[in-house]
């Protein structure tokens, strides 16, 4: 096990390995607001890469202070990210109750009037433990209305209002592909492609929701696209989309074909990062021409 290191001695192992930390004092405040091995993470593309292994020791230049501007610009993304995500999520919420509302109230509640994967091994039955406990933890004041009023049971349009992402994913995976096709058409998706980016944006919510790293990160799910020819804005937008810019034009291309606006934010902290000879902004997926390759990013 690693001994445990005091701020001073943290600061001394950093510049032993290459860093120029800066003014110490400064330096180890940040350190006792920020735990170093969160630290390290941003610090990771600074060092050395030898045979496609990255030493402990740093590039020559690196800077402490570059690795505190990356660390906040990480920050502003992430909040960022978090608030322009809410409106999607809202409006996948509508979206789905409203559709599952049409074929049944309490479509939800009953696999026969949902689709297929509803039907297969235990995913639904999970799933409804899941909804139940969540509907048995609410204090909301609808849900205590439908207690008093109905016996506890929401209707669909109530239910998706007690799902967090994820549960609402899944929900929408079991609806019939009437019910699917009608939310994604909305969105200028298919439904396979939605399934596939609600699943991504789960992850990169998460992510800022749980102070994880969304600079430099490559993703697990790279989302399925539309016909090159289907979408000019999105084409151009990126490239790389396990990256987390790629990501990003998720939630621009979302913004825009539900009409909930607030689609300036994210340009206006991509325009934020730093300027670090070492780290360009290539790191977080984005070409040079990000602001004028597609109108999603014109900001």
């Not at 390290?40 to 690795?67: A, E, H, I, K, M």
């Not at 995976?173 to 991504?200: E, H, I, Y």
């Amino acid at each position: 096990m690693k001994e445990f290191l005091p701020y001073k001695d943290q600061l001394d192992l950093l510049v032993q390995r290459g860093m120029d930390v800066g003014d110490r004092e400064y330096a180890a405040d940040f350190l006792r607001r920020v735990n170093y091995y969160r630290l390290s993470g941003y610090w990771y593309p600074f060092r050395q890469l030898v045979n496609r292994t990255r030493t402990d020791d740093f590039y020559p230049g690196t800077r402490l202070d570059d690795v505190f501007a990356l660390y906040e610009f990480d920050g502003r993304l992430k909040a960022a990210t978090f608030s322009v995500l809410a409106p999607i999520e809202l409006a996948l919420r509508a979206l789905l109750g409203h559709e599952l509302g049409r074929i049944d109230p309490c479509a939800h509640l009953d696999p026969s009037l949902l689709g297929p994967t509803a039907r297969k091994g235990g995913a639904y039955a999970k799933w409804l433990r899941g909804y139940e406990s969540e509907l048995a933890r609410s204090r909301e004041d609808f849900v205590e209305h439908h207690r008093h009023r109905y016996g506890g049971r929401l209707p669909a349009w109530a239910a998706v209002e007690i799902l967090d992402w994820g549960s609402l994913t899944y929900l929408y995976g079991f609806a019939p592909r009437t019910v699917q096709d009608a939310v994604a058409n909305t969105c200028g998706l298919s439904a396979p492609q939605l399934t596939s980016w609600m699943k991504a944006l789960n992850l990169v919510r998460n992510t800022c929701a749980h102070h994880g790293r969304l600079f430099n990160r490559v993703h697990t799910i790279i989302p399925k696209l539309p016909p090159a020819d289907r979408h000019a804005d999105l084409n151009a937008a990126a490239s790389e989309w396990n990256r987390t810019f790629g990501q990003l034009t998720l939630i621009q291309f979302l913004l825009d074909r539900l009409e909930l606006g607030r689609m300036r934010l994210l340009p206006a902290v991509v325009k934020t990062f730093p300027s670090v000879t070492a780290v360009p902004l290539a790191h977080l997926g984005a070409s040079q021409d990000w602001e004028t390759a597609s109108r999603l990013w014109a900001g």
